[in-house]
């Protein structure tokens, strides 16, 4: 989506955060400003002043595990952008029902970002006992979850990070082709593309890897996007 006007974006930023019907959101810089994700399907956004440049449905997320961690970035992303890739799409999965009442989201939320947060500190937030805290994410909220192992060689805070959508007819073996990569992929499907959030060392080698990629044939288009922030 976009900011309706270029002033306070950092503000627009917040509010969105703020906003209890909204699940996650990236602060971008590019041709969108946000990418926004709500399990609301009533989700109202005129009070904060953007415009949807694009609505689709969000299907569970992949995290590659990384297989080039002996090499540099660059030869990593050499080997990447010179792949073969087989042809064939990622599979579109998507949650049915969740047998959650709001204890169970409170939880979720409190636990999202760091499966190792203290029980009691998410009792602090959610209003109940660190032992009932403890019954619901083992018994109801874990069994429902994706768990992601990340992997960054010289830390998360060391490398950049691009927010990159991708239309192709070869995801499968795109995605496949990532874990040549030192760090982690975060994959995430929608309904015509993916979308690649990609950790490097320098955008120029980035942008040769998929134009190598485009070239051959095994992507359509890709739009390029820089994340500045993330709630």
Request: proline share 3%; charged share 25%; hydrophobic share 35%.
């Amino acid at each position: 989506m976009k900011a309706k006007s270029r002033d306070n974006l950092s503000v627009t930023f917040q509010t969105l955060s703020a906003d209890t019907n909204i699940s996650r959101v990236l602060f971008l810089s590019g041709i969108y400003d946000f990418f926004v994700t709500s399990r609301h399907t009533n989700l109202d956004l005129r009070k904060h002043n953007v415009s949807i440049c694009k609505k689709t449905w969000l299907y569970t997320p992949h995290y590659t595990i990384p297989h080039g961690w002996k090499n540099t970035m660059r030869e990593a992303l050499m080997l990447f952008g010179s792949s073969t890739l087989e042809k064939g799409n990622l599979e579109r999965e998507l949650e049915d029902f969740l047998p959650w009442d709001d204890i169970h989201w409170n939880i979720f939320y409190s636990m999202k970002d760091d499966v190792r947060t203290e029980f009691k500190t998410v009792a602090g937030k959610t209003g109940v006992t660190s032992s009932t805290v403890k019954r619901h994410f083992y018994q109801t909220v874990l069994p429902y979850c994706n768990t992601s192992h990340y992997f960054f060689p010289k830390g998360y805070e060391y490398y950049n990070q691009s927010f990159i959508i991708v239309k192709s007819d070869f995801e499968k073996g795109l995605v496949d082709s990532l874990r040549k990569l030192p760090c982690t992929t975060y994959v995430y499907p929608l309904e015509e593309e993916i979308v690649l959030s990609i950790f490097h060392e320098g955008i120029n080698d980035l942008m040769k890897a998929f134009q190598k990629m485009e070239e051959a044939g095994y992507i359509r288009s890709h739009l390029l996007l820089v994340p500045l922030a993330h709630w």
